[in-house]
């Protein structure tokens, strides 16, 4: 290869990269090991991986071809951090163990010469691609030349991957911003109402495992997310004697209290399709499927189906909680009148998902609870199948002798594998950030729930269970922000922190609370 043939295949070359997109770092190495192939005198074997920096400096596989991704080694663990070389620019021949830090990949001869070229962004050394070679290779000047010039022409393309990635990142925060007014709505309603936070957040998750049930897209899964939250935004307008009263209404107050939805309604005006599906969820909640309901009386499927699935799930939250004027209905009874009402004050179709979603919506009631968790309470419901991956795997052995805190740490593993689903499938620095939102949020509930019920039973290592919970919570807000300068590498980080800290915490620490079992009441 003369010098004008090797400008032409680095040109050939990075036009053929180009073309595959910037989201799928494999694809272009495996499309990479194709097109080197072509050119006489490189011998690459089917073997490469992209490492990158991540925010402590330590060297992250992030992309691979002919190798097993990070992710399937049996122990995982954050490489340590090593310094930024000043100059190295140009391609070299190493071996994985002549590599600082030296590189151990199972399917690799340690010994498996390979060219290491040095990707740049800017003056800084973000990383380096190693293509593994055939060993009677002798490369001459030229084509070290050649390997220098691909590792800029790659440099480029990465830096262009990131920078994409990163911008996914910034839609979610938008979309965010753009949600976080109808939320902040959302959330001024239940504090003026006697009905908690914990009843939002149960009826959206219960309208959300019912949606799914009913097979609708995760579009409209995730529009309902946001906006089942404002069914009672109305009530903001209701006076505090009415909303307030802690026993039944009359007649008269309760037409008052009907007026919710039309106030609702009113406040949620806008073409935005957000805005629109919470002013449906706000306005037609209370309409019945035979057309008793209200405030318009509509029937049938003139009443919006997101409205539809949140009567259902307002309803079953309603019943089975207590009230200032009633006792929760036994769950079978509620269960029960629910199926008794199909074709008469609800869909049929959408009680017949709420069937299906049964498991699942009683795991919702036992997570997002009001009241103090009783180490002594035995729970009795169906299995939930919540994720298809097991990356984090539930043990018997991991259990720490209160069914309802164990079923919060499968529910925190299962999370975790939702998250594991994303960056194994390639899905993208966007959905990564959905998921890790997801699970801050939830972790949220399981820590104070804990903490409330360490509290009350007097568990002597509160404090230090306090200070844990924070800095995990911390962790996963840098993580949130480190998806910002670095979401390939963020992405690695997350998943061996979660795994590591999860199985430590509860083996080390949880176990602990074993002793609250069999404690009486506590103090109140």
């Known amino acids: 290869m003369d010098k004008d043939q090797e400008i032409l295949a680095i040109s050939r070359l990075v036009f053929e990269l180009t073309k595959i997109g910037d989201a799928d770092l494999d694809k272009m190495l495996a499309r990479l090991f194709d097109l080197l192939q072509t050119l006489p005198g490189i ?60 590189l151990a990949l199972p399917e690799v001869d340690a010994a498996a010469p390979c060219f290491v070229l040095p990707l740049n962004e800017g003056t800084q050394v973000a990383g380096r691609a190693l293509l593994f070679i055939d060993p009677a290779w002798q490369p001459d000047a030229i084509e070290f030349e050649f390997m220098s010039d691909l590792a800029k022409a790659l440099s480029v393309l990465v830096s262009r991957c990131v920078i994409n990635e990163t911008l996914r990142v910034r839609e979610v925060e938008l979309e965010d911003a753009r949600t976080d007014a109808i939320r ?17 957040m149960r009826m959206t998750h219960f309208a959300t495992a019912i949606a799914k049930a009913m097979g609708l897209p995760a579009e409209t899964r995730e529009l309902l997310s946001i906006c089942a939250p404002m069914h009672d935004v109305g009530k903001i307008g209701i006076p505090d004697a009415i909303l ?13 209290m009907k007026r919710h939805t039309d106030i609702g309604k009113r406040l949620l005006t806008g073409e935005d399709s957000l805005i629109q599906a919470a002013r449906d969820i706000a306005a037609s909640h209370h309409e019945r499927w035979d057309g008793s309901g209200y ?57 017949a998902a709420f069937d299906l979603a049964l498991p699942e919506i009683m795991r919702i009631r036992e997570l997002y609870r009001d009241d103090i968790i009783d180490p ?149």
């Not at 922000?481 to 061996?496: I, R």
């Open 43 to 102: 011998l690459v074997q089917p073997r490469s991986l992209i490492l990158l920096r991540n925010s402590r400096g330590a060297l992250i596989q992030v992309a691979q071809h002919g190798l097993a991704p990070v992710w399937a080694k049996a122990e995982l663990a954050i490489p340590p951090a090593v310094p930024s070389p000043p100059d190295e620019e140009a391609a070299y021949l190493a071996t994985p163990a002549s590599l600082d830090p030296p």
């Open 376 to 524: 002594n309470q035995v729970l009795n419901f169906p299995e939930t199948v919540y994720s298809s991956a097991d990356w984090v795997r539930w043990e018997d052995s991991l259990s720490v002798g209160i069914d309802v805190i164990d079923e919060h740490h499968r529910y925190l593993f299962d999370l975790t594998n939702d998250l594991f689903e994303v960056v194994s499938n390639k899905r993208g620095a966007r959905e990564v950030a959905r998921v890790l939102k997801a699970l801050d949020q939830y972790v949220q509930v399981h820590f104070r729930a804990e903490e409330r019920m360490m509290d009350h039973y007097g568990y002597r290592a509160l404090p230090h269970q306090q200070h844990q919970h924070g800095q995990f919570e911390q962790r996963l807000r840098d993580f949130y922000n480190e998806l910002h300068s670095n979401p390939l590498t963020a992405q690695f980080d997350v998943l061996v922190y979660l795994r590591s800290w999860l199985v430590k915490h509860i083996v080390h620490e949880d176990a602990q609370l074993r002793e609250l079992v069999g404690s009486p009441a506590g103090r109140v």
């Open 244 to 256: 307030l009263k802690p026993g039944r209404l009359s007649s008269d107050e309760f037409e008052v």
């Open 184 to 200: 902040r709505l959302g959330t001024a309603s239940e504090y003026r109402d006697n009905e908690t936070g914990m009843h939002i």
């Open 295 to 351: 405030p318009d009386g509509l029937a049938g499927e003139a009443i919006p189906l997101l409205a539809r699935i949140c009567a259902v799930s307002d309803v079953f939250d309603a019943l089975t909680s207590v009230r200032p004027y009633k006792r929760p209905w036994p769950l079978d009874e509620a269960v029960a009148w629910v199926r008794a009402n199909a074709g008469t004050h609800f869909d049929p179709g959408v009680v």
